[in-house]
């Protein structure tokens, strides 16, 4: 299992700033759908979550418009896989924060962003390790109230959200368009309103001017 595969991207966007490579494309599929989830409903959406799936979860914090988000094994300590994200995203806010605001393109941090990232998680890695087991112990109460969702609900709901935003789209469009067809019809009744005064006022004038100087 390839833990602590890694993606970084804006939660306001949906867009991709840094992955590491893995050879399970539906993790990376997955990671793109959840961050497109996460900018419809940004800023509501969770700052801390688990996500299930069948053999892995995917763990996420957002932090300043940044998601950090993380897919590992099912018996990779949860709590090491949030002080991993906390690592990593300390790190990428000491040497790119200032440059988040201007990332527009996709994997905009990667070059700059890979070999740090890299070094973070060949120090995660092995939850066995003498140091790992030590911050573990350290945090264990920091872990128990994030909460654990199935992923595919989580997907599901943001296709619903999807749907209601296009159906939102659809009712604004229609609704310009009938102002636009009342107002003209406004329009149309006002010109003929007018007609009528306009017929009846040059009537008048031409009657005057016959009458009185002719």
């Not at 300043?64 to 993380?70: D, E, G, K, L």
């Given at each position: 299992?390839e833990n602590l ?187 003929k309103q007018m007609?009528?005064?306009i017929g009846g ?14």
């Open positions: 299992m595969t890694t993606f970084i991207g804006r939660a306001d966007t949906g867009m991709l700033l840094v992955e590491t490579m893995t050879t399970q494309p539906s993790w990376r599929t997955q990671a793109k759908q959840l961050l497109r989830s996460f900018s419809d409903s940004y800023p509501h959406t969770p700052s801390r979550r688990s996500l299930e799936n069948d053999d892995c979860y995917i763990h996420y914090i957002i932090e300043a418009n940044v998601s950090f988000m993380t897919v590992c094994d099912k018996s990779y300590p949860k709590g090491l896989a949030y002080q991993f994200l906390e690592d990593v995203h300390q790190r990428f806010t000491q040497e790119l924060g200032r440059s988040i605001p201007t990332y527009d393109r996709p994997y905009a941090a990667q070059q700059a962003f890979d070999m740090t990232l890299d070094k973070i998680r060949q120090k995660y890695f092995d939850p066995n390790s003498p140091e790992n087991i030590a911050k573990m112990e350290k945090d264990i109460s920091a872990i128990q109230t994030i909460m654990v969702s199935n992923i595919q609900e989580v997907l599901k709901r943001g296709e619903k959200l999807d749907r209601v935003n296009n159906l939102s789209q659809d009712l604004m469009a229609e609704s310009k368009r009938f102002k636009s067809s009342a107002k003209y019809m406004n329009f149309q009744i006002w010109m007609g009528f005064y006022g040059v009537f008048v004038l031409g009657v005057l001017y016959w009458r009185f100087l002719m």
